[in-house]
């Protein structure tokens, strides 16, 4: 397995094993730095949906990591890279019509470490003719003192 093979495999392994752990060490310094990292994360999601609303995808997609080993899961699909996920967007929602107008809703966001934290919720686009929604799940690291999504599988509930 080459090394981001390993660190991707380490990092959701991370984000099953940190929360049972972390649940047996809490401390009132830990819980804030909780808030504090759920806060920052959201602060990047509102900023998504903000961008995503303008009709701005590359705005949006600051909230990924500008890497190789960014990953975008959809459906029986998976995108790898930050530029791939870009282009993959610009395909999929390539007019202000497409892209309707986005809401997050139900968030909820889980520090699992000081670097790594998770963000499950539920989407919809709200466009003239339709409503599509699901929900998603997002990986976020901190690199350098900013957080960003390295992981996101994305689902779309059928009607």
């Known amino acids: 397995m080459n090394r981001v093979r390993q660190r991707i495999v380490f990092s959701l392994a991370l984000c099953l094993i940190a929360p049972a752990v972390s649940t047996c060490i809490r401390t009132p310094q830990s819980a804030a730095n909780d808030e504090q990292i759920a806060g920052a994360v959201r602060a990047i999601m509102e900023a998504q949906q903000t961008a995503w609303n303008r009709g701005d995808i590359e705005a949006f997609m600051d909230g990924y990591e500008r890497a190789d080993t960014t990953t975008f899961v959809s459906g029986d699909e998976l995108t790898r890279g930050w530029q791939t996920v870009l282009e993959r967007y610009k395909?999929?929602?390539?007019?202000?019509?497409?892209?309707?107008?986005?809401?997050?809703?139900?968030?909820?966001?889980?520090?699992?470490?000081?670097?790594?934290?998770?963000?499950?919720?539920?989407?919809?686009?709200?466009?003239?003719?339709?409503?599509?929604?699901?929900?998603?799940?997002?990986?976020?690291?901190?690199?350098?003192?900013?957080?960003?999504?390295?992981?996101?599988?994305?689902?779309?509930?059928?009607?």
């Not at 003239?128 to 929900?135: E, I, Q, S």
């Open 91 to 159: 395909q999929r929602y390539n007019s202000r019509e497409q892209m309707g107008t986005l809401m997050f809703s139900d968030l909820t966001v889980k520090a699992i470490s000081p670097v790594f934290a998770v963000a499950d919720g539920r989407w919809q686009l709200t466009r003239a003719k339709d409503t599509p929604h699901g929900r998603f799940t997002l990986v976020f690291r901190r690199i350098n003192n900013d957080w960003r999504i390295i992981h996101d599988t994305t689902t779309s509930a059928t009607p």
